[in-house]
């Protein structure tokens, strides 16, 4: 009955993480195949922790290696931030290492017995011991999944996050071997379990905080992109507008001239007189776009502008105002599509970038293409940044296939006589509630 208890135990344990981890962070992979890495993963640890469990009095080395084992589980198939799987994998199994020695020590001071005795023997008491840590590890993680956070860590704040957890395992492994080998010490090594059960929940609360902290800086940086676009697009309707003054203002005047050339009949006075105006109106005008979505209209009309400036034409065809799309995912998604085709265009020989946003049956469509000098695809297939400092340079197209994986879209890469395409689809919201 000992073997199978001790393997019953051992599946609830491993059945208790996995689960966590996935109702954490989301399948990023379809049925069947995570339902079939998710029992090969699970056959893995399993074996892990039934070793080290059969092995040995105390099993802290199969919590060292779970980590391991739960970072290739979530990497593979589950969604979210490289850093916060490790994060969350190490703190699991440091929470699990944790509560179990806390729930041992506890059971042995209640108990009154020896902790050797607790852990070599199978008792009543060794029971109940087990059965409340599986316990406590499941109410702990129902109500870290109330308050888990999506937001992303830097480095320099996900390294301490990360070694803590970690070394908390060693150090309870170390406090329980000196409980085991002098037992009147158990009531110190139990407070002192206390206190590290207490400061690594208090460094999730901090991983938690660190992640919103991340999420309002990615915010305001897509509020000041936006407030810049918005000023921009205002100074450009601005000119626009003084521009028609102006030459309503002056119309009469050139319609006197003209028609004194006129009846001089001076075809070619007319001709060039004419020809000076288109020159002195093209010199100042600028297509401004009126979708009827601000957010829509500001970024394409700031980016019309950082293309003219750098010799790029930007044409733009817009028959839908992607009043379905929050201002927040159309500034990510076209902010840095735009600003990816102008930098690519300026070097090319064409100098053209293309835009259509249009209906197209359930879904909106997104079409960038733009003039290119040499194959994007064929030198950066994943279209990884290459700059030094990328998180200076717009959001990125894993933020863009972010925003489209949130709008239920599909987004997709081409090229074609020299020439790079960005295709985009989004859900529409009439589609996505049917």
């Not at 344990?13 to 049925?31: H, N, P």
């Not at 039934?50 to 009095?57: Q, R």
């Amino acid at each position: 009955m000992n073997f199978y208890f001790e393997m019953a135990i051992n599946i609830l344990e491993v059945t208790l993480i996995l689960s966590f981890l996935v109702q954490y962070f989301g399948y990023r992979i379809k049925y069947p195949a995570k339902y079939i890495w998710t029992i090969i993963i699970g056959l893995v640890s399993f074996c892990n922790i039934a070793f080290f469990s059969w092995n040995n009095l105390y099993e802290s080395y199969a919590s060292s290696l779970q980590i391991l084992i739960n970072i290739i589980f979530c990497c593979v198939l589950l969604c979210g931030p490289l850093l916060q799987k490790i994060f969350v994998s190490a703190f699991t199994m440091g929470l699990v290492a944790i509560i179990a020695t806390f729930t041992t020590l506890l059971i042995a001071k209640l108990s009154e017995s020896d902790v050797t005795f607790l852990l070599s023997q199978f008792s009543g008491i060794r029971i109940t011991s087990i059965l409340l840590t599986k316990l406590l590890f499941f109410i702990i993680t129902r109500i870290i999944l109330r308050v888990k956070e999506t937001g992303r860590i830097k480095w320099l704040d996900f390294i301490p996050l990360v070694v803590i957890p970690a070394l908390s395992i060693i150090t309870i492994t170390l406090v329980m071997y000196a409980a085991i080998q002098e037992p009147h010490i158990q009531n110190i090594v139990f407070y002192a379990v206390c206190i590290i059960l207490a400061l690594n929940i208090l460094i999730y609360f901090l991983f938690v905080r660190l992640g919103q902290v991340s999420k309002i800086q990615t915010e305001l940086a897509l509020i000041s992109l936006q407030n810049e676009c918005l000023q921009e697009n205002s100074k450009d309707i601005e000119n626009m507008y003084e521009t028609v003054r102006a030459l309503r203002h002056d119309l009469k005047n050139h319609l006197l001239c003209i028609s004194s050339m006129a009846n001089e009949k001076d075809i070619q006075g007319i001709q060039q007189y004419t020809q000076q105006l288109l020159q002195q109106q093209n010199a100042v005008s600028k297509l401004i776009t009126f979708s009827g979505n601000t957010a829509l209209d500001a970024i394409v009309n700031s980016k019309s502008t950082t293309a003219e400036h750098v010799g790029v034409q930007l044409r733009a065809i817009i028959t839908t105002p992607l009043s379905d799309i929050s201002p927040e995912d159309i500034t990510i998604i076209l902010g840095n599509a735009l600003d990816n085709a102008i930098r690519a265009a300026k070097d090319s020989i064409g100098k053209t970038v293309d835009l259509y946003i249009q209906p197209q049956g359930a879904y909106n469509s997104i079409v960038i293409i733009n003039d290119i000098a040499r194959s994007v695809l064929s030198d950066n297939p994943t279209l990884t940044t290459t700059k030094v400092k990328c998180s200076q340079h717009g959001f990125g197209i894993k933020n863009i296939r972010q925003a489209v994986e949130r709008n239920q879209g599909m987004l997709e890469f081409f090229e074609q006589n020299n020439r790079f395409e960005c295709d985009i689809l989004l859900l529409n919201i009439q589609s996505r509630n049917e």
